[in-house]
């Protein structure tokens, strides 16, 4: 049981990582100075689809480190 609920921690770990990685950055940057950075406006539903992911991945992680630290005690 504690071997799974660490190669649970161990791929939530890392799919965080990878998924806050993949977020695009909110601000406009150099790009906001001619007007280039609305060009890709309709990534919004990709964006809420990363948001998703990535608060299932930081919510699994989480928990399973709370339980991981319960037991161990």
Do not use: N, P
Request: hydrophobic share 50%; net charge positive.
């Amino acid at each position: 049981m504690k071997l799974l609920l660490l190669g649970l921690q161990l791929i939530s770990g890392l799919s965080l990582i990878i998924l806050v990685l993949l977020h695009s950055a909110k601000g406009e940057g150099l790009g906001g100075i001619g007007g280039s950075a609305h060009m890709f406006g309709s990534q919004q539903g990709l964006e809420k689809g990363l948001d998703r992911l990535t608060m299932i991945a930081a919510v699994t992680f989480v928990t399973v480190s709370l339980i991981l630290t319960i037991t161990a005690g």
